[in-house]
């Protein structure tokens, strides 16, 4: 930092003219002050690049960490996909089920705990199950309200596993029938401190009796899936887009 002394011991020379000579002060004092702002300009000029320097150049490292944040949050979201696709498949294919699908929970945008949405965000089924056409066919949150107040109604996760004729909504019937399902069963999807975020649902071609594997199966990937969801890319996308169209 350039020293100020000459500046300071400048600026009292011109004071002490100034009180010397007053009346030759006042014509000369545009001259006194052109050459007092120069002098400012002289010593302290670097002092006041080198700071602006300084600040752009923290702007600009600050802007680097920014992205570089960014770029590790967004690769991170997408390996967490891959896992809970993989996470998805292992379960079908271990309980011999024909579909499992997680299903996000949109809230009301006034942050309240009322459901207003919900929407497929993974998939994963079978040969024969694609053919059905059933990815194609749209199940609404009112075929599976009474089944989600169910669900979400106590802090200790309940799952529902029943056969296709002994579900109470016609839609859902509809649904299964169409797809050539006979049971299915439906986990909640909860963050680690218990905030509902989705549901898991997973479709066999047998009856509940005959797999006793799908229910516990179901439970245990729900548990996992629920702490890492909302890391997710395609988790984040769907529900900002969901939210984005609702406002």
Not at 8 to 34: E, F
Request: aromatic residues 4%; glycine residues 4%; neutral net charge.
């Amino acid at each position: 930092m350039a020293s100020t002394a000459p500046y300071v011991g400048l600026m009292d020379r011109i004071v002490r003219l100034i009180d010397k000579h007053p009346r030759r002060a006042v014509i000369a004092l545009p001259a006194l002050a052109a050459v007092a702002f120069m002098a400012f300009v002289f010593w302290q000029g670097p002092t006041l690049i080198g700071a602006h320097e300084a600040r752009k150049d923290r702007e600009f490292r600050q802007e680097i960490l920014r992205e570089e944040r960014e770029r590790r949050a967004q690769a991170h979201a997408i390996e967490v996909d891959e896992l809970v696709r993989r996470r998805l498949l292992h379960l079908r294919l271990r309980s011999s089920s024909s579909r499992a699908v997680i299903r996000a929970l949109v809230f009301d945008i006034d942050h309240s705990e009322q459901i207003i949405g919900i929407v497929d965000v993974f998939e994963s089924m079978d040969i024969r199950t694609e053919e059905t056409g059933i990815r194609t066919r749209p199940l609404p949150l009112s075929a599976i309200r009474r089944s989600l107040n169910y669900m979400l109604a106590s802090d200790i996760p309940r799952c529902i596993a029943r056969n296709v004729e002994d579900h109470e909504d016609p839609e859902l019937k509809a649904f299964m029938y169409a797809g050539n399902l006979k049971a299915s069963v439906a986990c909640p999807l909860k963050t680690l401190d218990g905030r509902p975020i989705g549901l898991l649902a997973v479709s066999i071609r047998t009856s509940i009796e005959e797999n006793d594997l799908v229910e516990p199966m179901t439970r245990d990937a729900a548990l996992e899936l629920g702490a890492v969801l909302t890391e997710a890319a395609s988790f984040k996308a769907v529900i900002k887009g969901k939210k984005e169209a609702i406002e």
